[in-house]
């Protein structure tokens, strides 16, 4: 199954790795792959990752999947034909911020970000 990211998603995720790169050059690579690996994980088995505690949708749950070596989770939906990934979201700041997002389906999606420029 494939992957998109919701532009304010993607937006996120460079964000994030722009902060890490300030904070040593090449972390924010480093990030941004750990986001690519997870999300191909996503793809392969998306039920496997747990519900977003305090989001219910019996339909299509948002699911949450943990970045590795980062204070990040994913937030998805599993839809039709894809995976779409809500938020890149720091775990420890502004809870479900992103929840608006889940209705509201982006005019052109932002593609898996594979590098940051």
């Known amino acids: 199954m494939r992957?998109?990211?919701?532009?304010?998603?993607?937006?996120e995720l460079r964000a994030a790795a722009?902060?890490?790169d300030e904070r040593r050059a090449g972390l924010g690579d480093e990030l941004v792959e750990e986001v690519?690996?997870?999300?191909?994980?996503?793809?392969?088995?998306?039920?496997t990752y747990a519900t977003w505690p305090g989001v219910s949708r019996p339909a299509s749950p948002?699911?949450?999947?943990?970045?590795?070596?980062?204070?990040?989770a994913l937030a998805f939906e599993v839809q039709a034909e894809r995976i779409f990934i809500l938020a890149v979201a720091h775990v420890k700041?502004?809870?479900?911020?992103w929840r608006r997002r889940v209705?509201?389906?982006?005019?052109?999606?932002?593609p898996e970000p594979d590098g940051r420029r």
Do not use: D, K, M, N
């Open 3 to 11: 992957t998109g990211f919701h532009p304010e998603g993607a937006a």
């Open 18 to 20: 722009f902060w890490y």
């Open 36 to 47: 690519s690996a997870l999300s191909q994980r996503i793809a392969v088995s998306p039920t």
């Open 62 to 72: 948002i699911r949450r999947a943990l970045v590795h070596r980062f204070p990040y």
């Open 93 to 97: 700041r502004r809870p479900l911020y």
């Open 103 to 110: 209705r509201q389906e982006p005019a052109q999606q932002a």
